[in-house]
């Protein structure tokens, strides 16, 4: 396991905690309560004050196993991830202990052609590839990422926006009565968890418990994430 990998394994316990919730129904759909974007813009801004170039990406999922047939493909729902040279895709949202009879994965979606427990994982920047594989013969469980091209805010206006980037309702109560500095003070946490410099809150606090933690710590993180990335851009 590399030293990014573990990073990333780091980070989606801490983001699984705060944001992952159960399967359900809502605005009539099902939603597998995995936050995507959250995560997404919580794995960007942890890249890039980790040194790495980095993007985010927005298009479809489909998860094929036995038992297993889910995707965002063909909805009105889209997913989002992470890029970085080299290493494509990077998702710390898809987690499945919630679905206990579909087959687990073992830690963090990071890159492709690459085996995540019983899964192997499959990125497609072309539509054509993408329903190829979908509707080819299942040899082993898969996980395919479609991305498409969908805008995304740059940095600095994720930092300090965004509202531009969640889905409306997604996160408008934390964003109402907090501000964007509640989602910077998590990338903040994140960021020391992962730097050992302060210890994880997974295993040990439930979300609502974390969160007020986090809430109550990191002050001025948005203005200090912008000098951090400022500087590591010199």
């Not at 995304?152 to 940095?155: A, F, H, L, Q, T």
């Given at each position: 396991m590399t030293s990014l990998t573990k990073a990333l394994a780091i980070a989606r316990r801490e983001l699984n905690l705060l944001y992952t919730e159960p399967p359900a129904t809502r605005n009539g759909r099902t939603d597998?309560?995995?936050?995507?974007?959250?995560?997404?813009?919580?794995?960007y801004f942890l890249l890039r004050l980790?040194?790495?170039d980095a993007a985010i990406e927005v298009g479809h999922f489909a998860i094929c196993a036995p038992g297993a047939g889910l995707t965002s493909y063909g909805t009105d729902c889209n997913h989002a991830w992470c890029v970085t040279p080299g290493i494509a895709p990077i998702d710390l949202s898809m987690e499945?202990?919630?679905?206990?009879t579909?087959?687990?994965l073992t830690g963090p979606i990071a890159g492709s052609g690459t085996q995540n427990g019983p899964y192997s994982i499959h990125y497609f920047k072309d539509l054509a590839g993408f329903e190829s594989?979908?509707?080819g013969p299942l040899a082993e469980p898969s996980i395919g990422f479609l991305a498409m091209d969908v805008p995304?805010?740059?940095?600095a206006t994720l930092l300090d926006h965004p509202e531009q980037f969640f889905l409306k309702g997604s996160e408008d109560g934390l964003l109402r009565l907090f501000g964007p500095e509640i989602f910077c003070r998590i990338t903040m946490h994140v960021y020391k968890v992962v730097q050992g410099h302060v210890p994880p809150l997974a295993g040990k606090r439930d979300a609502r418990s974390?969160?007020?933690h986090i809430r109550s710590h990191y002050q001025s993180s948005r203005p200090k994430i912008h000098r951090m990335l400022a500087k590591k851009a010199e």
């Open positions: 597998e309560g995995w936050h995507c974007r959250e995560h997404a813009y919580h794995t980790l040194g790495k499945l202990s919630y679905r206990p579909v087959p687990q594989w979908l509707d995304v805010p740059d940095g974390a969160f007020e």
